[in-house]
Structures are given as C-alpha cells and as structure tokens.
C-alpha cells in the first residue's frame, strides 16, 4: 500500500498534557494492574500434573481429526481445499476414484504433519463437507518427527476417541452445508 | 480499411479478415464471454452467452441504427459501419440469465470437479452471474459415463456446447460423439460399441469449457490451481507441436497443446500428451558410470569428473565418431560437435538414430501425426553440416566403425523407446572407448565405458526444428532428476565456459556463424520460426 492511498488516513500525535508530562498519575494506573494482579486468582497451572480446562471445546483448536459418515468411512473427498487453505502447507493428500458407488473421489491417503501445523483452524474453515475438524485434544507429543505426521488412519483414531465427548459440529446445523453424497455420489 | 466500433472505440481490420464480433472485441481489448464458439470448429450459436447488441452505422450520415434483439458474438461477423455494444444493462441482464440457466442442473461439485479452476462456468458465474440462487436446491448428482479408453464423461456437468461433438466430426473426422435426447434431456452420448477412440481424442477434454469431460490420466492427481505451467515443445514426433507443460514439484501432471497457426493450431496428438510417462519411470539411468578397464564393473562417477576425465578417455583412444542424437537441442548438437572437434579435429560426426513408427497421419483438420519419432533431425542436420560435410547418417556412422576407422565413438541417443537391438550394438563392441548418453539401459549401455544418463524433454532447454522447418525455443520445464545433468550442461561444462548453461548464448553464436540458421538471432516469438522463409526472405 502506498502512502498516498485514500485507504491511509494521517494522524498527527496528540501532545502531551499535565497529567502524562507529570509521570506520577501514570506510575500510579500501572501500579495499579500489577497490584490487582497480586490478588485476583491464579490462572497459571502446573501442566501436565494438572490438566488445563478447555473452555468452549467448539472453538478450541487441537488436534485435527477427520470425521466418518454415517457407514464409518471417511468423510473428506479429497477436494484439496484445506490443503490449498493451509499457510503452512502440511496437509498432503493424494486423491482417487473412491472404492464405493455413491461417492466419486476419496483420499488414499491424507496426512498432516502436526509439527509444522500452526493451529490456525483454516482447514476446518475449508472444508465444504465438515470432514476436518479441530478437536480439544491439546496432549501432542511424540517421540520423532515422523510419528508427528499424522495419517488417515490415526486421524480417523482420533475421531474415534473424541467423537463422543465432542460430537461432530455439522451435527444437527446441516442447512446449506453438502454432504459427501451431495459432493459427486453416483445413483 | 473497416471500421468497427466496440464500445465506443474503433477498430480497424483488414479488408480481407473475417473476423466475427467476439474476435474484433477481443482486438479492443473487450472478452465477450462464450462457451460454445471456438475458433477452430464451426459456429453453432448455440450457448447464448455471447449475446450483444450491435447495429450499424450509416457511412453517410453516420447515423447508428441498433438491431432491436441481441445476436450472438459467434455468429455475426464484422464489418465495416458494424457497431458493438458489449457492456449494456441489456446484454448483462441477458448473460445472468443464462449463466442462471445452465446452472439450475449443473451439478455443483466444484470441490471434486476436476476443472474447478479453469472452468468457464466459474468464471463467468464470478463475472457475469447472479449471487442468489432462485432455483431449490437439489442434491444433485453427477452421473459418470465412459466414452472412450482415455475420456470419461460426467454427465449432468455438460452444459451441452457441443464443443466435443463438432471436434468429433471436424477435426479428427471421426464423428465419434454425438447429442442424444432433446431439449432439457439433452446429453453427450458414444453410439454403443463405438467408443471415443482416435490419436486426437484427449484434445475435447481442453474443448470443454465446464468439467464434463475428463482425462482419465490426469482424473485426481493433482488440482489444476498448484500446477506450473511452462511453454514447451512436444518430442513425441517431427511435428513438434506447442505446448504446455503443466508441472508441479518436480513432476509434470499433464500436457496441454498451446495454440500455435503455424504446427499444431489448437490441438495434439494423444500419443504426445501421454507421452511424458517416461520422464518419471523409475528404470531411467540415474547416474554417470564410468569403467576403468574391459570386463570391470561399472563404478558411479561425479559429473564434475566426467568433465574432465571423459575429455582424457577420448582423446587417449585415438580417432573418434559422434552420433548427434536428434532428440537433442540445436545448441546441444552445435556444442556437442564443438566439443568432439576440440577432442579430436579428424572426429566423425554423424546424426543419431532417427525413429520411425507407422506412416504420417493426417486429420480432416489439417493435423499431422508424424512417422519420425524425434523433434529435431532437421536442426542437428543442419548444425552438423556445419561442421561436417557431407552429411552422415547413422548407417553411415555404423559403415564407419565397421570398417575399422574409428577407435572411439560417443553415441548420443535419449530416446524414450528401445531403440537399439544386440546385433547393431555388437557394432560398437571392440571399440577402446565407448560414450553411450541415454534415457534407459539398452544393449549399446550395455557395452559402454561411459554410460552417462540423458534428460528428457520437458528437462531441456534450446530449439527444435520440426519437420516444417520451424524452430521453436523453450525453457527447461523441470529439473532433470537428481544425479542427471542435461546433455547442455554437460557439453557447455567441458567447452570450458564459465557459470550456468546459457542455450540462448549458444544460439547466438550459431545464428552469428551460419547463414542458414541466421534467423534464430534475437527473441524468438512463441511460435517459432520458419527458417525457410527467413532464408528466401535474406536471398
């Protein structure tokens, strides 16, 4: 952007008065914060002894996990949309003509390296068929980088274990969002 | 000279072109949105997308008279005192319409859709169409049909163009395809044991303008939107059509033809735009051997030492023999035969295997498969009688090495077939040094002191000459594999010049020694130049 666009609006700094050329007001407000900050309660916890609460898991943003449909197979149809969304490019799918009649392309295999991921969620923002998901899970640890990069199957592992806890958020708000039969079935 | 006005601007066209309003459009500037019209198949008038008002200018009184209804771009040619108005509330009214239309059955699949991207009906949904939609939405589903080995047809996609049928039945002369059904039933239909199967065929999956008909090669493997695209030139055949090489990573997805008046128009060869499988195919030569002494095995060598050692090997064995494989560049040839000059002045320089398959095919549509399977006998032709004449063959070169007068031979080859059987390789047997640069192992690697790898042709850069004399620069599409250095490389590294292989400084300097290759001087144009008629032009 160029200085002269109209978009720039020029501000000129507002000068000091009494009370900022005076300091002691300001030292005061400061000291203030920092007091309140003595005594209000503790938001720090010892991870991993004690767990931290997730407050809203429906916004939280762990784990990616990749949702089944109703007959247990994947849901995502390799459209690549998360993939294209994705700024750290971690996301890697090879796509193929799907094994089942009412479904034109599925994911042969789809991996995401959790090490590169940045948790940003635009994936999940993607999705045209809410087949990707971020979950509550915030536990990411391995012990190489390999294991970090997380395949269909452990995606869908995922999916699995907290399915129940956190169902899935097209559940039930499914107006307007295709389903993967939508996407390309085949009578 | 006639004047046309396109939105208020004039155009002036030939007296003797024929053009129709969406191409004097296209010269101010202006797209008119179309999907049925192609240049290079008939008009049919049939999508209604390129509906404009035009009207006509009396030449005397300059008074302009409009037709009361739209008329189709496609279908009304231009001439002189013709008006064009493209950007009327009446005619953009008229588009969303029928952007509206085609889409009430369209399937919208886009995330699967392999065209997503490239598609018209995107585009111009985005430019010209409505942001509601009026009609229910229907969970839609788009039936897939095959129609042919290597197309496949998803039917309730088609926005009924026609695009393929008249290619069908124009170009590749087939007749193929056609519409079965009427009206709103309408569909792209194969007659039942008559699949779409010509030499031309992939080409109506470029035709389609929606996501209809697909590449059953290309089906899945990559979105169209992370390809990179390089302007290229075939080397399936003597033809040597344009095109464009659509990579990504390292590895190419697709060739698509890119339009050229003067070779291949529109459209290429089948065997062309799947004949880029070799590049990838895991039996290539993937490293430089050398053998110290006859018998031993072959031991991998670092290119910066076959550099210097190759020159020594060759010059120590005594008289040499080059064949000029005619799948190389004209700057590879040039620089290769520099280089075996330098090595030995006496050395014999022939051009490599030619490959033929079959006889020329010839389509209605005025294409040409080519018989010779290599791009550019001409060129190496033509640089090696530069450097050597008469002009030798490979027969020649074969006569040559039985009779015994050569001690050594360095045999470029690169070609993406077997090309060479045990008996004619048994030729080259005694011989003390033995260069063989290839694609693939074959029975002449086999015997090779020094079997270097060869690149492939999307991983060349230089000039071609195709079978009508024009020569078409291009760029490397991408990098040769690891443990591969393109025979330009190679060459410019052991002419001892400096920094990077530079093609366009090696063209230079051919068209500066040699009158017959003068017009590859300068810029080349993106489709080439025909060196005959630079010739009778400098005569």
């Known amino acids: 952007m160029k200085s002269t666009d109209p978009c720039v609006t020029w501000l000129e700094e507002t000068p000091l008065g009494l009370a900022e050329r005076l300091y002691l007001p300001l030292f005061i407000q ?103 998901e971020l979950t509550s899970l915030l536990d990411l640890t391995g012990k190489s980088r390999e294991e970090m990069i ?22 039930g708000m499914d107006t307007g969002h295709a389903s993967p039969a939508d ?5 | 000279m006639a004047v046309v006005t396109v939105d208020g601007k004039d155009i002036e066209i030939g007296a003797t072109e024929r053009l129709n309003c969406i191409e004097v459009a296209r010269r101010a500037g202006v797209e008119i949105p179309h999907y049925c019209w192609h240049p290079g198949l008939s008009v049919v008038a049939s999508c209604r997308m390129c509906l404009i008002e035009t009207g006509t200018r009396d030449p005397a009184t300059g008074k302009v008279t409009m037709m009361p209804k739209l008329v189709p771009g496609c279908q009304t040619p231009a001439k002189d005192g013709t008006v064009i108005v493209t950007e009327s509330a009446l005619v953009k009214e008229s588009r969303a319409r029928v952007e509206e239309a085609l889409l009430i059955d369209h399937p919208i699949d886009c995330p699967i859709c392999d ?49 393929c049928v008249r290619f069908a039945r124009e170009v590749s002369g087939t007749s193929e395809l056609m519409v079965i059904n009427r009206g709103a039933k309408e569909e792209i239909d194969v007659f039942p044991g008559f699949p779409l199967d010509n030499k031309l065929s992939g080409n109506v999956v470029d035709l389609c303008p929606v996501g209809a008909l697909g590449d059953k090669d290309f089906l899945y493997q990559q979105r169209v939107w992370f390809l990179k695209r390089e302007a290229n030139v075939c080397g399936g055949c003597a033809t040597g059509c344009s095109i464009t090489t659509e990579h990504n990573q390292d590895s190419v997805y697709r060739l698509k033809p890119r339009e050229n008046p003067h070779v291949n128009k529109w459209w290429m060869c089948d065997d062309g735009r799947y004949g880029w499988h070799h590049l990838h195919d895991s039996s290539r030569l993937l490293a430089a051997e050398h053998r110290s002494a006859a018998g031993s095995t072959r031991q991998t060598i670092e290119w910066p030492d076959v550099v210097t050692r190759l020159r020594d090997d060759l010059k120590g064995a005594g008289s040499l023999a080059v064949a000029v494989s005619p799948m190389l560049t004209l700057e590879e040839a040039w620089m290769l035969c520099a280089v075996a000059r330098s090595i030995d002045p006496q050395a ?45 063959s490979w027969n020649d070169l074969l006569e040559h090495v039985r009779a015994g007068r050569t001690t050594a031979a360095w045999i470029t080859a690169g070609h993406p077939e077997p090309w060479i059987d045990a008996a004619t390789a048994a030729t080259f047997a005694d011989l003390k040094c033995l260069v063989v640069q290839d694609l693939f192992d074959s029975p002449l690697a086999q015997l090779a002191t020094w079997r270097l790898p060869a690149a492939g042709f999307a991983e060349r850069a230089g000039t071609w000459v195709n079978a009508g004399h024009r020569a078409q620069s291009f760029e490397q599409a991408i ?43 300068g810029e080349m144009p993106a489709t080439g130049v025909d060196l005959r008629l630079q010739q009778l032009a400098g005569a």
């Open chain 2, 348 to 392: 014999f320089l022939a051009v490599g295997h030619v490959p033929t398959r079959g006889a020329d095919e010839s389509f209605p549509g005025g294409f040409t498969i080519r018989a010779e399977k290599c791009p550019n006998r001409l060129g190496v032709e033509a640089v090696v009688s530069l450097f050597d004449q008469p002009l030798h």
């Open chain 2, 479 to 521: 990098r040769a594999p690891a443990g591969v250095w393109p025979e330009g490389r190679l060459f410019w590294n052991m002419l001892g010049r400096r920094g990077l292989y530079d093609p366009v400084a090696v063209r230079q300097q051919i068209a500066e020694s040699s009158a017959t290759l003068a017009a590859l001087a």
């Open chain 1, 183 to 187: 996407l390309g079935g085949r009578p």
């Open chain 1, 30 to 132: 400061g000291l203030t914060t920092t007091a309140r900050h003595l005594i209000s309660p503790k938001v720090t916890v010892s991870y991993p002894e004690t767990r931290p609460t997730v407050g809203n898991p429906l916004i939280y943003r762990g784990v990616h996990r990749l949702n089944r449909d109703d007959q247990g197979r994947v849901k995502c149809v390799a459209c690549f949309l998360c993939a294209t969304a994705c700024p750290a490019h971690c996301i890697d799918i090879v796509a193929t003509e799907s094994p089942w009649p009412d479904r034109e392309k599925y994911p042969e295999s789809f991996s995401i390296d959790e090490l590169r991921c940045i948790f940003c969620g635009m994936c999940e923002e993607a999705c045209p068929v809410d087949a990707i």
């Open chain 1, 150 to 171: 997380f395949d269909k199957e452990k995606l869908l592992s995922v999916y699995d274990i907290t399915k129940d806890a956190e169902p899935m958020k097209s559940k």
């Open chain 2, 115 to 163: 065209k997503a991207g490239e598609c018209l009906l995107q585009d111009y949904h985005f430019e010209h169409g409505q942001a509601e939609r009026r009609a229910d939405i229907h969970a839609f589903h788009s039936r897939r049909r095959d129609v042919g080995p290597t197309v496949t047809l998803f039917v309730d996609r088609c926005i009924m163009c026609t695009r």
